[in-house]
Protein backbone atom coordinates (compact mmCIF):
# COMPACT_ATOMS: atom_id res chain seq x y z
CA UNK A 1 0.00 0.00 0.00
CA UNK A 2 1.44 3.23 -0.69
CA UNK A 3 2.60 5.69 1.79
CA UNK A 4 1.26 9.14 1.73
CA UNK A 5 3.51 12.49 3.18
CA UNK A 6 2.43 13.96 6.31
CA UNK A 7 0.31 16.76 6.21
CA UNK A 8 2.60 18.58 8.07
CA UNK A 9 5.60 17.78 5.87
CA UNK A 10 3.48 18.80 3.10
CA UNK A 11 2.63 22.19 4.08
CA UNK A 12 6.65 23.04 5.26
CA UNK A 13 7.87 21.97 1.54
CA UNK A 14 5.31 24.23 0.07
CA UNK A 15 6.32 26.83 2.26
CA UNK A 16 9.65 26.76 1.24
CA UNK A 17 8.73 26.18 -2.40
CA UNK A 18 6.89 29.24 -2.45
CA UNK A 19 9.39 31.28 -0.17
CA UNK A 20 12.27 30.69 -2.69
CA UNK A 21 10.27 31.22 -5.95
CA UNK A 22 11.13 34.80 -6.41
CA UNK A 23 14.77 33.84 -6.15
CA UNK A 24 14.94 30.32 -8.75
CA UNK A 25 12.64 32.95 -11.12
CA UNK A 26 15.45 35.54 -10.90
CA UNK A 27 18.46 33.28 -11.23
CA UNK A 28 16.39 31.24 -14.18
CA UNK A 29 14.55 33.79 -15.65
CA UNK A 30 14.49 33.34 -19.86
CA UNK A 31 16.89 36.03 -22.26
CA UNK A 32 15.80 38.87 -22.94
CA UNK A 33 16.21 40.41 -26.75
CA UNK A 34 19.57 41.90 -26.08
CA UNK A 35 21.21 39.51 -23.75
CA UNK A 36 24.98 39.03 -24.18
CA UNK A 37 25.10 41.44 -27.25
CA UNK A 38 27.83 44.22 -27.52
CA UNK A 39 27.19 47.07 -25.31
CA UNK A 40 28.59 49.60 -27.38
CA UNK A 41 27.20 53.19 -25.94
CA UNK A 42 29.38 53.70 -22.68
CA UNK A 43 31.63 56.04 -21.86
CA UNK A 44 34.68 54.82 -19.89
CA UNK A 45 34.26 56.32 -16.20
CA UNK A 46 36.98 59.07 -16.49
CA UNK A 47 36.08 62.89 -16.51
CA UNK A 48 35.96 64.65 -19.72
CA UNK A 49 39.11 65.38 -21.06
CA UNK A 50 41.73 63.12 -19.04
CA UNK A 51 44.47 61.31 -20.13
CA UNK A 52 43.45 57.19 -18.60
CA UNK A 53 44.32 54.04 -19.40
CA UNK A 54 42.76 50.40 -19.51
CA UNK A 55 43.81 47.00 -18.92
CA UNK A 56 41.85 43.88 -18.86
CA UNK A 57 44.27 41.14 -17.61
CA UNK A 58 42.58 38.41 -15.35
CA UNK A 59 43.38 35.17 -14.27
CA UNK A 60 41.37 31.91 -14.18
CA UNK A 61 42.06 31.30 -10.85
CA UNK A 62 40.83 34.84 -10.17
CA UNK A 63 44.19 35.38 -8.22
CA UNK A 64 45.88 37.74 -10.67
CA UNK A 65 48.05 34.70 -11.77
CA UNK A 66 48.67 32.99 -14.84
CA UNK A 67 47.04 31.86 -16.84
CA UNK A 68 44.82 34.14 -18.33
CA UNK A 69 41.07 33.82 -18.88
CA UNK A 70 40.43 34.83 -22.26
CA UNK A 71 35.94 34.41 -20.93
CA UNK A 72 36.40 37.38 -19.35
CA UNK A 73 34.75 40.71 -20.57
CA UNK A 74 35.72 43.06 -17.60
CA UNK A 75 38.06 46.05 -17.63
CA UNK A 76 40.14 47.97 -15.44
CA UNK A 77 40.36 51.41 -15.70
CA UNK A 78 42.96 54.24 -13.96
CA UNK A 79 42.06 57.48 -14.12
CA UNK A 80 43.19 60.67 -12.71
CA UNK A 81 42.46 61.72 -9.47
CA UNK A 82 41.30 58.35 -8.87
CA UNK A 83 37.53 59.76 -9.63
CA UNK A 84 34.82 57.47 -11.32
CA UNK A 85 31.50 58.58 -13.50
CA UNK A 86 28.88 56.67 -15.00
CA UNK A 87 29.28 55.37 -18.54
CA UNK A 88 25.76 55.30 -18.45
CA UNK A 89 22.44 56.64 -16.48
CA UNK A 90 20.65 53.59 -14.54
CA UNK A 91 19.35 53.11 -11.06
CA UNK A 92 22.04 52.26 -8.24
CA UNK A 93 21.02 48.80 -6.50
CA UNK A 94 23.31 49.16 -3.93
CA UNK A 95 26.80 49.86 -2.75
CA UNK A 96 28.92 48.51 -0.01
CA UNK A 97 32.81 48.79 1.00
CA UNK A 98 32.88 44.57 1.85
CA UNK A 99 34.00 42.95 -0.99
CA UNK A 100 36.48 45.22 -2.17
CA UNK A 101 34.39 48.45 -2.35
CA UNK A 102 31.32 48.16 -4.66
CA UNK A 103 28.47 49.87 -6.57
CA UNK A 104 25.91 47.86 -8.58
CA UNK A 105 23.79 50.39 -11.13
CA UNK A 106 21.06 48.39 -13.16
CA UNK A 107 20.52 49.64 -16.31
CA UNK A 108 17.35 48.85 -17.66
CA UNK A 109 18.45 50.29 -21.10
CA UNK A 110 20.21 47.44 -21.65
CA UNK A 111 18.92 44.66 -19.28
CA UNK A 112 22.40 44.69 -18.03
CA UNK A 113 24.22 45.50 -14.46
CA UNK A 114 27.21 47.71 -13.96
CA UNK A 115 29.28 47.06 -11.52
CA UNK A 116 32.27 48.52 -10.07
CA UNK A 117 34.65 46.90 -7.90
CA UNK A 118 37.64 48.54 -6.21
CA UNK A 119 35.79 51.56 -4.50
CA UNK A 120 36.95 53.52 -1.86
CA UNK A 121 34.20 56.09 -1.33
CA UNK A 122 30.85 56.95 -1.99
CA UNK A 123 28.77 59.83 -3.40
CA UNK A 124 25.71 57.52 -4.18
CA UNK A 125 23.02 55.23 -2.57
CA UNK A 126 20.49 52.71 -3.30
CA UNK A 127 17.54 53.89 -5.38
CA UNK A 128 19.07 56.99 -6.56
CA UNK A 129 18.78 57.25 -10.73
CA UNK A 130 22.25 58.64 -11.78
CA UNK A 131 22.59 60.18 -15.51
CA UNK A 132 25.82 59.79 -17.94
CA UNK A 133 28.59 61.68 -16.14
CA UNK A 134 27.16 61.98 -12.59
CA UNK A 135 29.84 61.43 -9.98
CA UNK A 136 30.06 58.07 -8.45
CA UNK A 137 32.81 58.06 -5.99
CA UNK A 138 36.37 57.54 -6.13
CA UNK A 139 38.41 54.75 -6.38
CA UNK A 140 41.58 52.52 -4.16
CA UNK A 141 43.93 51.40 -6.81
CA UNK A 142 41.90 50.86 -9.92
CA UNK A 143 38.15 50.77 -11.11
CA UNK A 144 37.19 47.04 -12.22
CA UNK A 145 33.91 47.90 -14.19
CA UNK A 146 32.18 44.44 -15.22
CA UNK A 147 28.58 44.55 -17.14
CA UNK A 148 26.87 41.42 -16.13
CA UNK A 149 23.31 40.25 -18.13
CA UNK A 150 20.29 40.55 -16.52
CA UNK A 151 19.54 42.69 -13.50
CA UNK A 152 21.34 43.72 -10.05
CA UNK A 153 19.75 41.50 -8.38
CA UNK A 154 20.91 38.87 -10.13
CA UNK A 155 24.41 39.25 -10.28
CA UNK A 156 24.40 38.96 -6.35
CA UNK A 157 27.31 41.37 -5.21
CA UNK A 158 29.47 40.34 -8.22
CA UNK A 159 29.74 36.80 -6.79
CA UNK A 160 31.82 34.02 -8.83
CA UNK A 161 28.66 32.82 -10.61
CA UNK A 162 27.69 36.46 -11.97
CA UNK A 163 31.48 36.49 -13.63
CA UNK A 164 30.30 33.90 -15.72
CA UNK A 165 27.54 36.53 -17.08
CA UNK A 166 30.04 39.35 -18.42
CA UNK A 167 28.93 40.89 -21.48
CA UNK A 168 31.31 42.79 -23.86
CA UNK A 169 31.41 46.39 -24.48
CA UNK A 170 33.03 48.34 -27.09
CA UNK A 171 33.89 51.61 -25.05
CA UNK A 172 33.15 54.73 -27.14
CA UNK A 173 36.83 55.82 -26.84
CA UNK A 174 37.72 52.29 -27.94
CA UNK A 175 35.27 51.73 -30.47
CA UNK A 176 36.17 48.17 -30.12
CA UNK A 177 36.10 45.64 -27.78
CA UNK A 178 39.27 45.62 -26.24
CA UNK A 179 40.99 41.94 -25.98
CA UNK A 180 40.89 40.26 -22.77
CA UNK A 181 44.94 40.12 -22.36
CA UNK A 182 46.18 43.29 -22.04
CA UNK A 183 48.86 43.80 -19.11
CA UNK A 184 48.40 46.56 -16.58
CA UNK A 185 52.10 47.21 -17.32
CA UNK A 186 50.73 47.40 -20.93
CA UNK A 187 47.45 49.03 -20.74
CA UNK A 188 45.83 51.04 -23.33
CA UNK A 189 46.23 55.03 -23.03
CA UNK A 190 43.28 57.03 -24.03
CA UNK A 191 41.75 60.43 -23.45
CA UNK A 192 38.28 60.07 -21.99
CA UNK A 193 35.20 61.25 -23.53
CA UNK A 194 32.94 61.02 -20.72
CA UNK A 195 30.48 63.68 -20.27
CA UNK A 196 31.84 64.65 -16.72
CA UNK A 197 33.10 67.88 -16.88
CA UNK A 198 33.24 68.43 -20.50
CA UNK A 199 32.39 71.77 -21.84
CA UNK A 200 28.96 72.90 -23.02
CA UNK A 201 29.70 72.63 -26.91
CA UNK A 202 31.19 69.07 -25.87
CA UNK A 203 28.61 67.27 -24.54
Known amino acids: MMRTMPKRCLLIL ?4 VAALPALLHRT ?16 PC ?16 DGLPPVD ?9 CEDDEVYAPYGGE ?16 LDHNACMIFLGMLTFEVEAGQVVE ?24 NWYDR ?3 ELERPVAWIEF ?19 NPAGAPAEAE
Open 70 to 78: LERRSTDFL
Open 47 to 62: KYGTHAEAFTWHGVNQ
Open 132 to 155: QGDLLGEYNYHVHIAVTDSTCYAA
Open 29 to 44: APAAANQGETITDYYS
Open 175 to 193: GEVLPSDILETDAWPFVSQ
Open 14 to 17: TAIL
Open 92 to 107: VYGTTARYGGLILIDD
Open 161 to 163: AAR
